[in-house]
């Protein structure tokens, strides 16, 4: 099935590993032109080596920001406007699992996570949704299957999560005749140096019971898995779907209403 995502102009925060840079590659293989960022570390250049080996250099861009900072997201803008000219389609990605098991978190901890799960979300929207009226684009938010129900994760890190789909559904109603705008809710997706990999690395029996007992399919997510899905929402295919949470978890919510 084409796409039709030739020469798209994709942005991809979070896109150093994980589900991150695996929709980088999906997209690339589709011919849409690929930007990623991410804070900065060795990981976000090892990617770009990675792709470029794979695709070559015309359609990567690779940059660092700090996606919870309106400055550094405006500077982002401006490359991506002086580069591209433009953007077809945003994807959402920065976040991060890591929180304390407490009933209610300090304040503290309470706004990192906030900041790191909707913050960056919702100013990297902001920064970019000009570009995405005038071409009519897309976005797609990366949240969880925490957001939609309480499975015992963190209480900051599900709610921020929860935060974003409602984000994401007024944003679909307000800009329905403009801009696209979806969600991606993955499972548990195991990836070299993400918080499952860190457990199973820690306690592999326990980790294991966890999965075998509550995922019908009785195993983790890839994170290729969630790209695919990713590629296809921000498609053509998918030009009818806006204001929708797509779950990709193995069943693991089959039995929520």
């Known amino acids: ?3 039709l995502l030739e020469k798209k102009r994709v942005l991809i925060t979070g896109g150093s590993r994980g589900i991150g840079a695996s929709t980088a590659k999906s ?10 960022v991410s804070r900065g570390s060795n990981q976000l250049y090892k990617t770009q080596k990675e792709l470029i080996s794979e695709f070559g250099e015309n359609d990567i861009e690779v940059d660092e920001c700090d996606c919870s900072d ?4 405006s500077m982002l803008k401006e490359r991506v406007q002086n580069k591209w000219g433009g953007l077809d389609i945003l994807i959402a990605n920065v976040g991060s699992g890591s929180s304390v098991p407490d009933d209610l978190p300090s ?3 309470w706004e990192n996570t906030w900041r790191d799960n909707f913050d960056a979300s919702l100013h990297t929207v902001r920064a970019f949704l000009p570009l995405l009226k005038e071409s009519n684009g897309c976005i797609l938010f990366v949240s969880s299957i925490t957001g939609l129900e309480a499975f015992g994760a963190p209480v900051d890190y599900s709610t921020a999560k929860t935060a974003i789909a409602a984000l994401s559904k007024n944003l679909a109603r307000k800009l329905a005749l403009e801009v696209r705008v979806n969600v991606l809710a993955p499972g548990n997706v195991l990836f070299e140096g993400s918080s499952w990999d860190v457990k199973l690395k820690k306690d592999p029996e326990k980790v294991n019971q966890i999965i075998n007992s509550t995922v019908p399919m009785k195993r983790f997510g890839k994170p290729e898995e969630m790209a695919d899905a990713i590629v296809f929402l921000c498609s053509e295919r998918a030009s009818f779907i806006t204001g929708s949470v797509l779950v990709v978890d193995g069943g ?3 039995g929520v209403l």
């Open 1 to 3: 099935m084409d796409l």
């Open 27 to 36: 997209f690339l293989k589709e011919g849409a032109k690929t930007y990623i």
């Open 70 to 73: 309106p400055a550094s997201l």
């Open 107 to 109: 304040e503290i901890q």
């Open 252 to 254: 693991q919510t089959v």
